[in-house]
């Protein structure tokens, strides 16, 4: 074989290994791409549950706080004495 041919083959077999690995580098980096895609769309996803969960614990808090203060600042329920229950009755 000459020189030349042994060029010629050299060169195409290095151009078809190169078309190859550049279409394997360019499916990689779809692939990537779709995968941060999906990273991106589940992180905002968490980040808004996030933040309703922050909201229910907070309206959760003030509920509790709430009921707190108001179980110890009821009003005690007045009774009534004898003479007041005779009377409540008659007026009816």
């Known amino acids: 074989m000459t020189a030349i041919?042994?060029?010629d083959i050299f060169f195409t077999v290095t151009t078809v290994a190169v078309v190859?690995?550049?279409v394997l580098v360019a499916l990689a980096l779809w692939n990537v791409i779709r995968i941060l895609?999906?990273?991106r769309r589940v992180?905002?996803?968490?980040?808004e549950e996030g933040e309703?969960?922050?909201?229910d614990v907070g309206d959760l808090?003030?509920?509790l706080i709430q009921n707190i203060?108001?179980?110890f600042t009821r009003k005690t329920r007045k009774t009534r004495t004898k003479?007041?229950?005779?009377t409540s009755t008659e007026e009816e």
């Open 37 to 39: 895609s999906e990273v």
């Open 83 to 86: 003479n007041e229950k005779t």
């Open 69 to 71: 203060r108001s179980s």
């Open 61 to 63: 808090r003030r509920q």
């Open 43 to 47: 992180a905002r996803k968490a980040r």
């Open 5 to 7: 041919a042994r060029s």
């Open 52 to 55: 309703a969960i922050v909201a």
């Open 20 to 22: 190859a690995l550049s």
